[in-house]
Each structure stands twice: as C-alpha cells, then as structure tokens.
C-alpha cells in the first residue's frame, strides 16, 4: 500500500524483528495452550467439541483438524497478555491465567458477532452458527465467556477483583462496540444524524481496542504490576484497536483480494460505513455524490463500486484513514515509552508490532 | 393439584406466612430497584432499552409499561440474595449487590433461552428477540451478563473473588442445564440412549437449581457468612429449582389452562421429554404404548394427546412426579434446618418456600 500522507511512517520491520514477532507468537501460544485446553475440558461435551472447532483445533465432523490449518488465528491477545507479565517484571508463566481468560473472551466475540452480523464463513470455514445452528452458536458463546469469568476468578495471582474489573469493563465496551457498529448500518450519510469520523474512533476503540487493551493489562495486574503500567498498556492495545480497524477498513476497499479473500471494493459493495468513507463524507464536494452513491440497500454493481472508490480517494479519505492509522500506531510506541523501565518485554511489543501492521498494511 | 402420593405434604401456608412471603418479594424489589435502575442506566442507551423491556420496566416504544404489568417476574433470585445476606447476620442492604447480579444473570438467561427454544411469547408480551431480532436480543444478553459480573466485582462486600467464582460456577451450570436440556430433544424414548430420570434431576438442578442457590449463596457469601451457610443455602436453592422444574412439568400436562396460560396438556403436544414421562417411561407395561403415542415428529393431537395423558397417570408418572417435588421440598427444609443459627431468615425462607410452592401447586 502506497503511503500518501505525511505521518511518520514507522520503520520497516528487520528480518530479526519480523522473526521475533513470529517466535513470540509461536510461544505465547505453546505457554498458554495447556491451560486452554484444559479450561475448554471443563466444558459441557457439546459446548466444548463446538469451541474446538471455533477455536481451529477440530472439525465440525470432531476429527482433529488438518495440520498447520489457520483456523485458529494468530494468538495475538494471548502473546499480549504474557507479555504484559514480562512488562510486570513477572516470567511469562505468570501471565497464562490473564491469556487464558482473554482467548476465551475473544472467541465469545467471534461466535456472537458473526450471528448478528450474518456471516457465513471465518477463517475460510463456516461459522459457528452455520455450522451448528443459530442456538448452539448462542449457547457456546456463552460458556465461553463464563468460563473465562471462572478462569480469572479462580487464578492464583494478584489482586484477582481487579482484574476481573478490567475483564468486565472490556466485555461492555465490546458490547458497546458492536451495539454501536450494528446502529451505524441504519444512520443515513449526510446530516445531523450521519455518524462522524469521532463516532468511529469510539466504536472502533470499544469493538476492537478494549480487548486488546484488556489483554495486556491483564496479564500486568495478575503479575502484580503498578498502576502506571496496566494503564500505559491498557492504553497501547486500545490505539492499536483503532489502527487495526482503520487498516482493515482500506484493505475491505483497496485490498488485494489475493490477500484479503475478499472481493475487491467488499466493503463499499456492502455500503458500511468504515473510516475512508466517513473522512470523504466530510469533505463538502465529495459528500452529495457520495452519498448518492452508497444510497440505497441493494449491493452495489462493479461500476458502481469502482466510482465510489474513485471519489472516496479523490476526496482524500484514503490518506486520511492511512494518516488516522499512523496517528493511533505513534500512539502505541508513546505508551511502550512511557512504560516505567524500559523493558526487554517493551521490545518485544515493538516488534510485535511492526510485524503486525506490516503484515496488514 | 389432588395430591396423589404417600410423600409428607408440605403444611398450608397460613394467611401470615402468605402475607408474609408477599411482603418479603415486595421489599426486595423496593430495595434492590435503585442499585438496578442504576446498573442499566450504565449499559448502551439501545442495550438498556432492550434491558428496560425485559424487566418489564418499558415498551418496545420505550414508553413506561403500564402500571401493575407482571412482566418483570416475582423477583425471587432478588428476594433469595436479600435473604441470604440475612441469614449471614448482615442487614438486608448488604446483599443489594448479589440481589442486582442474579437478577442481571437470569434476565440474560430468559433472553438467551428464548432465542434457543423459538419462545415468541413470556409473560404475556412478545419476547425480545421478537421485538428487537435475534442479533439484538443476543447482544442485549450478552451485555447483561458483562454487567452482572462488573457489578459483583466493584461490589463493597467480603470475599469478592468468591463471589465472582460462586457466580461463574452457577453460569457455567446454567449452560450445561440448557445444553442437556436442547440435547435430551433428539434422544430416544426408549432404550440405551434414552434419557433417564438421574439425568433429568442434573439438567434440572443445572438449568433452575443453580442460580436459586447461587443466589442464595451470594447474598450469604458478600455479607461474609461462614462456608457451612454459604453451603446449606446452595443446596437449598439447588433443590427448590428442581422441586419447581418438576412441578412446572406436571402443570405443563395437566396444568389449568385459565392459570397456566398454555394450553391442557401443552408439553405433550410439543413431546417434551418431561419428569412425568419419563418416569412413566421407566415402567416396562407403559414404555412401549407410550414411545408410540411420542413418536413422530409433529405437534400430537388433542386425542393423542388426551391418551397419552391416560397412559402417564396410569403407569404412575403423575404421583411419581409428585412426590419428586416433595423430596426435593422437605431437602430445602432440611437444608434451612442445617442453618448454624435458627435465624429469622430462615423463617422467612420458610414463608416463602410454602407460599411459592402452595403458587405453583
């Protein structure tokens, strides 16, 4: 993706960082995995062999999936949390009880979001709920999400109330999130009622950033870590939260659909109101024809689609969301900064992190 | 309901202990609306409405419901924290936070469990995921439950990681309660994979007993009583839901229309796998008639179903269910019984078990 703006960019990713991140993510996940798998044995039989599946490990058949499948995403949260121990000065282990917890929360989310948003595939397989039906998806999300109330509950650690505070905060900002995200299908483009570019910060910040937030300040607070710690962190992972949804936003407009396994324009076909439209809508000459581009509730045609994109670009709402993600990723680095000692865990967040938006971008 | 059993029948209520119970619900819910009026006040404006309505606080208009509406429930589980607290030596105050807990968990609960089970109806008005739709019903649960959990962990209050886990152990039962319960519908009526009435007690106990003793408990755990307490509520709450499943399932069949507000015989229309049924089941002389009256798939017809009716009452399942309930019952007094001080709580326990039950029978 072609940088059209102004904002620092951030440096590429050496092979060495790039091979970091990969090895971080590859042992966060080995950590954490024992304990996962043990908290998803406790579940009812049905409930569990339905998170095994969401969570990649089986089929829906209950065979064990193929080897080096996707399905069960990269771990980020998990590697987060653990990481967050190792900010707390606290060894890895420290931080399973807070990765276990926050995978779970996530996979909650996953199952709920995509019955509400009607999808039909993840990860290249179908969903939950059309793989199971729409009341076993319901049923799974929320064993999930109560076993990882219990996990947090019970975890040996510090100052336990708190974090199942910082747990429960995140799971209502998620739900504001998405409350947020499934009304702005229904606000019209223009006018008082149209959703503004600030809106969007906030949902994106609930929908995507809380758990990533929660997820490394979790594993701070169950490793006994200062105030000014979790809350740096807390702040890191909610910045990258929006800069995510941001950079997923261009990618559902301009993505290689090679890459993204979408169609190219998905999101304009779609009419949703993601950021490069939202910054376009604000510009006064791009807003009438955008708005009468995107009017109406059948998917768009191609030529349709490619003219929308044309004036969302022209208008500058490309740059703009490309400027917005940048603006949350210097975020990110001025939290890592501010964390008390700088630690080598800080530098594993940093590589993570340039791994991550490379990755994306 | 004639009692048809040699089980020891639970003594009338006199008209105190009836007023009694009905003042206890009464100042409960004056007690506790404040701390929950509050807590949904915190939700999403769109989420607390959805919320609003399931208390029977609002119509889907948003307007306030009319005045004397029963659609907000008895407020039991409130009644029992409250209770619980008492029975700890603590003033009913301290136990305003669990109260507002298991009150949010059992709304969740209704709201999840009627988008399962396709109920389109509770207490006389349109459930909510048919005047909302199913994404918004099971985001407006979800929400309920995060806020459950939020609302336990910043309570004032002794022990909150206990709390937290008595809380998180009665939803994961919840679950596997609801789980068994959409399971035991595909199971045969007779033979190895037939359900069995050991089952049907745990998904009872799981489904209904676990939040009624949870409640209970949490009252108990917060106001800091002693494990013996906390344990002897538990068990009485656990009990009491069995007891009011069981009857709950012979209203279903022979239940008065005009009280019930189902049809007669309304579960063996819908070939629910009842107590009755399948104690029934458990006689070799009506197993087989029986399974051939229940086989099939469609809704029975009012002959079908009037036999079938015959057949259960006959093979003894109607007096067999009856005194069921009546072991469960005299397991709540003696559990109240077991209470290390003979407290004024219990006697109100007491009160309102007899008049709940003398209700429900």
Redesign the interface.
């Known amino acids: 993706m072609t940088v059209t703006t102004s904002a620092p960019h951030p440096p590429l990713p050496t092979t060495t960082d790039a091979d970091r991140a990969v090895q971080l993510l590859d042992r966060s996940r080995a950590l954490v995995r024992p304990a996962l798998t043990e908290a998803v044995g406790?579940?009812?039989p049905?409930?569990g062999e339905m998170a095994a599946y969401s969570f990649g490990w089986r089929e829906v058949s209950g065979a064990p999936a193929a080897p080096g499948t996707a399905a069960g995403g990269k771990g980020l949260r998990q590697a987060l949390a653990v990481l967050g121990a190792k900010a707390a000065g606290a060894p890895a282990g420290a931080g399973v009880s807070a990765a276990v917890a926050v995978e779970l929360v996530h996979t909650f989310s996953l199952l709920?979001d995509d019955?509400?948003?009607?999808d039909a595939t993840r990860r290249g397989r179908p969903t939950v709920w059309k793989a199971y039906g729409?009341?076993?998806a319901?049923?799974a999300?929320?064993?999930l999400?109560?076993?990882a109330?219990?996990t947090l509950?019970?975890a040996p650690g510090n100052d336990?109330?708190s974090a199942?505070?910082h747990?429960?905060?995140a799971?209502?900002d998620?739900?504001?999130g998405?409350?947020?995200d499934?009304?702005f299908e229904s606000r019209p483009w223009t006018g008082p009622e149209a959703v503004g570019p600030d809106e969007y910060r906030a949902m994106a910040e609930n929908k995507t950033g809380a758990l990533l937030g929660c997820a490394a300040a979790l594993g701070a607070v169950v490793a006994g870590a200062p105030a000014t710690t979790v809350t740096a962190l807390d702040r890191a992972g909610r910045h990258l939260g929006v800069a995510f949804q941001v950079i997923d936003d261009l990618l559902g407009i301009w993505g290689d659909p090679a890459v993204t396994g979408k169609p190219v324009h998905a999101d304009l076909r779609r009419r949703k109101k993601t950021f490069p439209v939202l910054a376009s809508l604000d510009t006064p000459a791009a807003a009438r024809p955008l708005a009468r581009l995107l009017g109406g509730a059948e998917e768009l045609d191609d030529t349709t689609a490619r003219r929308a994109a044309a004036v969302i670009e022209e208008a500058g709402g490309r740059s703009a969301a490309l400027a917005e993600a940048h603006r949350h990723i210097a975020h990110v680095h001025a939290c890592l900064d501010s964390l008390p000692t700088a630690s080598h865990a800080a530098d594993d967040l940093r590589a993570l992190l340039a791994f991550l938006v490379r990755r994306e971008m």
């Open positions: 406790r579940l009812h049905w409930v709920h019955i509400m948003d009607g729409t009341g076993p319901v049923l999300g929320d064993a999400f109560a076993l109330v219990e509950a019970s336990i109330p199942v505070r747990l429960s905060t799971l209502n998620l739900v504001s998405q409350a947020d499934l009304l």
